[in-house]
């Protein structure tokens, strides 16, 4: 499984950026995708997850801002990012897997700044 993340680029505050990441290869029994990110100087950390039949899960610093989808048809994830903060700033990575145990499939991160 290949994953092919893109979308990321500079932003103002307040702002807005969708981030999409694209599977190929042997997709057929991925069921969990997730996005991560890395800020400077920080530990990588979980934003959302989608699964399948199970609803979509935030980071708490990321609620009500944040939405995740998935495209099926197109195998392509989707992260839909709004009223971007500073703190949002980072490497944004997407990975998946078959459950949320067993996830090995990484993309190459995109980036995303937002300046304040």
């Known amino acids: 499984v290949q994953l092919q993340a893109s979308g990321g680029g500079l932003v103002q505050a307040g702002g807005s950026l969708r981030l999409s990441c694209a599977a190929s290869?042997?997709?057929?029994?991925?069921?969990?995708m997730r996005w991560h990110r890395q800020a400077p100087g920080k530990q990588r950390e979980v934003v959302a997850t989608i699964a399948r039949g199970s609803s979509a899960s935030y980071a708490d610093s990321v609620k009500g801002r944040f939405t995740i989808s998935r495209d099926n048809a197109e195998n392509t994830v989707y992260l839909q990012m709004n009223s971007l903060k500073a703190e949002d700033t980072g490497v944004y990575y997407c990975n998946s897997g078959i459950s949320f145990a067993d996830m090995p499939y990484w993309g190459k991160g995109t980036l995303v700044t937002v300046s304040s």
């Open positions: 290869g042997n997709i057929f029994g991925i069921n969990v």
